[in-house]
């Protein structure tokens, strides 16, 4: 446990030594937000609500939806594992005695705890001081936020690690970005929430877990649901985290025996 | 004394992609790809005792990397057995892991952002150190490999000799039983070469730490390791003491005869003439082992001598002439 809280510690601290990016990627997301919101502002300019939905909650949903629960660095995972095989730099990192998912898990949760920290809240707090941004529908509604908020977390990152272990067999880890990107772009409801959606899809999305990254989190925070429902969504999604980490178990046990170390 | 790394029988088969020529080729090959198997490790036994030192040598592609890859628990073999200290490795490696300590000279173990001391600190956790002897390993280590000006300095700064210093350290720092280096002086001055060499085999001594290390460089071998096992294209060509090696591959020396003029004929029992013009006879000797005295002695020749040498082939000369040798073949 020492070394998982040393690793992400020390994947924080990585990202502290890049601060010029810091300030692009903050700006980045600044007009990310500003797009989104402004999309929203089209669509309902003359309607009051959509689907029982306001426009207030949907800038509130761009807001947190995407920087908190944005599921958009989630492919770095993806990436960063195929860069480790195609390098080579797959040997060293074995040599480590800890498990190699463990070890992506820590890099990956010390990264993210730095964007939510220095990226995700000055923009919220910007954003939220020029469009307004809501409070939790309830105390209730808060309080589970905050358990989707770990479950969102957790599923965003083992997605993420079990398609980087198939980098094991496919090698070009790009594919499998971008396949990744577009899975979770739509299916999280990151982009658009699944209220919207057509009836089938909509239908779809709801159960798989890409949906529990975004999308019922903030049906959640926003109050679509009502407290016994929301918890019901969170135990359910506790389900799925447990189904992705065995998937993750497997996958690796496997990827063993398919290691090659690139490049001598 | 026990062994505590055997190989036995080992073979690592790597499948490799057949490119076909032409763009059909490129079709074909992208519907039904032809895999060819190329060996890089095959059938290799060997055991190694605890405390030995050994030298894995051999040009590049013999699969030198590829053993120790395995010997790690990084690659499975595909046939045979590896055995470290009583595990296989791969199967456990983590356990493996927390054993032994590993040197890749081209790669790095190292956090490369992170200030140098932030590396011990996460070496530590990660190998679950008692306190007492981290603290104690740190500054042993640190005053040795003189690390303590860039302790604070981040990795990516380092140059490549302080960075190989650092990798050592660290490798070391958890008390390995036993200690890998893949080409630990590749790209290395003299000067820091003569460190890393002088660094090891007091480590060796020292602390008995089992060594094995992997390198082009023949004066590493020398200085460090008294048993050499020497590889090529994947098979086993010699295992012994380093002057063995002499013998075996039938290196013979060469004595070389300076006359004070043109001699005419010249002849030493049990020598083989070989070349020479002028006032000069080169002559191969037989390995039996005769002193230069006993040598001038079995001398017939009319004229006086001038100036005698007698050379004695180094390790990277007799490697030289196998290598060559087979190329040629």
Redesign the interface.
Known sequence: M??F???IR?SF??EV?HRAKMLVRILGSLVEIVARVSIWQAVFSGHGSMNGITLSQMVTYALIGGTILSSWDATMIVRDVGTTIRT?????T??????YPLMLLAEQLGARFFDWLLISLPVIAIMGFCYGLQLPASFGHGILFVGFLFVSLAVLMLTGILLGLFSFWVFDAHSLEWFMRGALATLSGGLVPIWFFPAGLATVAHVLPFSWITYHPMAVYLGARDLASSALYLVAGGGWVMALGLAVAFVWSRA??Q???QG? | MASIISAENVSKIFQQRVSQPGVLGAVRGFIAPIKRPVPAVDDITFSIAAGEAVGYLGPNGAGKSTMIKMLTGILAPSAGMVTVLGRQPQAERVANARQIGVVFGQRTQLWWELPLFESFELHRRMYRMPADLFARNRTDLTEMMGLSSFLDRPVRHLSLGQRMRAEIAMALMHDPRILFLDEPTIGLDVVAKDVVRKFLSRINRERGTTIILTTHDLQDIEEICPRLIMVDEGRLLFDGAIGELRSRFGARRRLTLEFVSEPGRVRVAGAELVGGEGRVREFLLADDGRSLVELLAALEADVDLRDVRLHEPGIEEIIRTHYQARAAA
């Open positions: 020492s070394a809280l040393a690793l020390a601290q990585r030594e080579g730099a797959i040997g060293a074995l040599l480590r005695p800890v498990g063993c025996g290691v090659v170390v001598g």
